[in-house]
């Protein structure tokens, strides 16, 4: 009968973890505010205009391509981004010029303004390879989340070489 009560406190232990730990994952999934496994680098056309985008941002002075880019922010402002293979490709040999890269996430207030707010420096390297880890302070709300890599320069003012694809932009590239 002892071992029998012990049998059952641990089953019902472990299935208290699991339980747990369902929780906790669901919880963390439920806390991000934009998530992302693809961006897309600034074409020649774009870059050659230097326009403004709709969130105020010029783009950088050449074509930026991209190999893969990915990452998230959750609601209390914790950036994660991976980029891999930011170049420009006119360049010879194709390569990523800058030291380190800086990133924005953009985002839109309740009064139907931009808030972009930038975080940098992080070291990349000529293949255009780079992990950024950071947190900023979102405006609350922050409508329509956009992430954007790219350069601070001197002056204060950032250059994008690659934004972030919304779940519509990616769905329109797989069907391409």
Known sequence: MANFRRLLVALVSAFSLLGATGVSVAASE??????????TGVSAAVALAQKANDRGML???APWVI???????????NVSVR???LIIP?????RNPIPAFS?????ITSHHRVANLTKGTFPTNPAGDATINTRV?????????????????????????????????EQEQEQD
Request: hydrophobic share 35%.
């Open 103 to 107: 990133v924005t996430v953009s985002c």
């Open 83 to 85: 980029v891999t293979g």
């Open 30 to 39: 439920g806390n991000k505010l934009i998530e992302f496994d693809s961006m």
């Open 137 to 169: 302070v979102l405006p609350h709300p922050c409508k329509d989340p956009e992430v954007f890599v790219g350069l601070t320069r001197a002056n204060g003012a950032f250059v994008w070489f690659a934004m972030s694809n919304s779940e519509e932009q």
């Open 90 to 94: 006119t360049l010879t040999p194709p």
């Open 67 to 77: 190999s893969s880019g990915v990452g998230s922010v959750d609601r209390h402002g």
């Open 59 to 61: 783009p950088g002075g």
